[in-house]
């Protein structure tokens, strides 16, 4: 990378006129809003585990005698994978709430779903994008693509060679609220699942620009605070029924290859506080590493 990172320290005022300090980095001023330069792209890898059932729905338009109700979704070859977007859905869900960035109307729309919702340099706006106005937005396009989670080949030979299979299917009942049992009248429901230890090959790209001169300093924030996202989902569910214990996973030796170097995120990326006006300071360094972008001058 041959630009270098600079750091800046800006005010801008708060919804209610106070002002207060910017997050080290951040870019206030309209005319320095637009991309300058494209950077580079990191290649965050790692295996999905599945730790407790997934179910990931594919709809079923057929009412079948027997018939399973809630199938997930399959590629045309039968196997079960995790679509990109169930994983960047998820992460962007749970970043707005850590950002506080949920519209206050409650009408549940997700954030910048209007121009009233842009403020210059939204960590949010930048990884995972906006349908606002070109004009409101300037700052470049979506960062953050995620492919789609493809089964793992060793361990889909040894669930089939073992006799297993590649699914699993759940029956559940209504309880009755006064007997305690299952409710009369109300036939089973069968949900099928991918069971746990399933594997999935993960893969996502995180895009670099450097906008209004900032040689990429707010990009490569933005993608530790990605990283840390996975910390969250990790601790919250993914696919439906996480309330009723479905969908806990893990990211597995989970890295960034970048420009410079390849960094191992294992070992850093947990047990931190989510911060908003910084992300924690052993994800931005391996961040910088895999860059090849300077310490910031103190």
Same mark, same amino acid.
Request: overall charge neutral.
């Given at each position: 990378?041959?630009?270098?990172?600079?750091?800046?320290?800006?005010?801008?005022?708060?919804?209610?006129?106070?002002?207060?300090?910017?997050?080290?980095?951040?870019?206030?001023?309209?005319?320095?809003?637009?991309?300058?330069?494209?950077?580079?792209?990191?290649?965050?890898?790692?295996?999905?585990?599945?730790?407790?059932?997934?179910?990931?729905?594919?709809?079923?338009?057929?009412?079948?005698?027997?018939?399973?109700?809630?199938?997930?979704?399959?590629?045309?070859?039968?196997?079960?994978?995790?679509?990109?977007?169930?994983?960047?859905?998820?992460?962007?869900?749970?970043?707005?709430?850590?950002?506080?960035?949920?519209?206050?109307?409650?009408?549940?729309?997700?954030?910048?779903?209007?121009?009233?919702?842009?403020?210059?340099?939204?960590?949010?706006?930048?990884? %995972? @994008? &906006?349908? +606002?106005?070109?004009?409101?937005? $300037?700052?470049?396009?979506? /960062?953050?693509?995620?492919? !789609?989670?493809?089964?793992?080949?060793?361990?889909?030979?040894?669930?089939?060679?073992?006799?297993?299979?590649?699914?699993?299917?759940?029956?559940?009942?209504?309880?009755?609220?006064?007997?305690?049992?299952?409710?009369?009248?109300?036939?089973?429901?069968?949900?099928?699942?991918?069971?746990?230890?399933?594997?999935?090959?993960?893969?996502?790209?995180?895009?670099?620009?450097?906008?209004?001169?900032?040689?990429?300093?707010?990009?490569?924030?933005?993608?530790?605070?990605?990283?840390?996202?996975?910390?969250?989902?990790?601790?919250?569910?993914?696919?439906?029924?996480?309330?009723?214990?479905?969908?806990?996973?893990?990211?597995?030796?989970?890295?960034?290859?970048?420009?410079?170097?390849?960094?191992?995120?294992?070992?850093?990326?947990?047990?931190?506080? %989510? @911060? &908003?006006? +910084?992300?924690?300071?052993?994800? $931005?360094?391996?961040?910088? /590493?895999?860059?090849?972008? !300077?310490?910031?001058?103190?």
């Amino acid at each position: 990378m041959a630009s270098r990172i600079r750091r800046t320290e800006q005010t801008r005022p708060e919804r209610g006129g106070a002002a207060r300090k910017r997050p080290e980095g951040m870019i206030m001023s309209i005319s320095q809003r637009t991309v300058d330069a494209y950077l580079g792209q990191g290649i965050l890898t790692a295996t999905l585990v599945v730790e407790t059932g997934l179910h990931i729905g594919a709809g079923n338009d057929e009412i079948q005698i027997g018939g399973i109700d809630n199938p997930v979704v399959k590629t045309p070859q039968g196997d079960p994978y995790v679509p990109g977007s169930s994983i960047k859905g998820k992460l962007r869900f749970l970043m707005e709430w850590a950002f506080g960035k949920v519209r206050a109307n409650g009408d549940g729309k997700v954030w910048g779903w209007t121009s009233d919702d842009v403020s210059p340099g939204d960590p949010i706006l930048r990884i %995972f @994008g &906006t349908a +606002a106005k070109k004009e409101a937005w $300037l700052e470049g396009p979506t /960062r953050l693509l995620v492919r !789609d989670a493809m089964l793992d080949g060793e361990w889909r030979e040894r669930a089939l060679s073992s006799g297993g299979e590649l699914t699993e299917i759940k029956t559940e009942v209504t309880i009755d609220r006064i007997a305690g049992k299952a409710l009369d009248g109300v036939g089973a429901r069968q949900t099928e699942r991918v069971p746990p230890g399933a594997r999935f090959s993960f893969e996502a790209a995180f895009r670099v620009f450097s906008v209004g001169g900032d040689h990429g300093a707010d990009d490569l924030k933005c993608l530790a605070w990605t990283i840390q996202g996975f910390d969250l989902l990790e601790q919250d569910a993914l696919g439906g029924s996480g309330s009723r214990g479905y969908g806990r996973v893990r990211f597995a030796d989970l890295a960034l290859k970048g420009p410079a170097s390849e960094e191992k995120l294992d070992n850093i990326r947990k047990g931190h506080a %989510f @911060g &908003t006006d +910084a992300p924690p300071s052993e994800i $931005l360094a391996a961040v910088r /590493r895999a860059f090849g972008a !300077d310490e910031p001058a103190q």
